[in-house]
């Protein structure tokens, strides 16, 4: 952070981000975690980007380099580690990012977005944008009806205004028909947003 221990290559900064996952620390390093974020290898982004998710809750140095790797990251699961990084800084992120992360053609984004939205505490004006998007997004993405439900919720938005949306849901009658659902979708699940939403608050 002094400037006195230079990392001259990628593995040597992953080791210095693996170490303050491990080692948390009270005042994080910004301008080493800046850099990081901002290093050319998407590895060394997507480190960094856990870093700051399970450390630098609603730290705004960091939003304007997160942005940019949204929107300039070729790997998607840097993408996807970005866009989940954005709950943590609330209501600063524009209703337009977050819209733009809904209407995205890659479904692993929209649902990246809706987990990360749940984040967003005391947030009215982005309920009222999701709510306004939930029609089409039900019809364009209908395996997401759960996830889009549950941010709506959490969000704040009351159930009765969530029943005209075209969402069918029917819950499971016992354990097994549970296990069974599923078991089902495994084949299309993705890894990255299990372990995105495992390592989440």
């Known amino acids: 952070e002094q400037g006195e221990l230079r990392l001259t290559n990628p593995a040597e ?18 301008k080493f975690l800046v850099a990081s974020l901002e290093n050319a290898d998407p590895r060394v982004q997507q480190a960094a980007l856990h ?12 939003l ?19 866009i989940f990084a954005l709950g943590l800084f ?7 990012e977050w819209l733009g992360c809904v209407r995205s ?21 982005l309920a009222k944008a999701l709510l306004e998007a939930a029609p089409a997004l039900a019809r364009r993405e209908p395996d997401l009806g759960e996830d889009l439900l549950l941010t709506l919720r959490m969000l704040g938005v009351q159930a009765g205004q969530c029943e005209s949306l075209p969402i069918a849901l029917k819950a499971p009658g016992s354990k097994s ?23 989440s608050a």
């Open 64 to 82: 304007a380099p997160t942005l940019k790797i949204l929107h300039s990251a070729k790997s998607p699961a840097t993408r996807l580690e970005a």
């Open 90 to 96: 609330g209501n600063v992120v524009s209703l337009d």
């Open 13 to 30: 900064t992953l080791a210095a981000l693996a170490g303050l996952e491990s080692n948390p620390q009270k005042k994080l390093p910004a």
């Open 177 to 199: 028909d549970l296990a069974a659902s599923v078991l089902a979708r495994l084949p299309k699940a993705s890894a990255w947003l299990g372990r995105l939403s495992f390592h």
């Open 51 to 62: 870093v700051v998710r399970q450390s630098a809750a609603g730290e705004k140095t960091f």
């Open 105 to 125: 053609s890659a479904k692993d984004a929209v649902a990246a977005t809706l987990r990360s939205m749940r984040q967003v505490e005391q947030a009215p004006e």
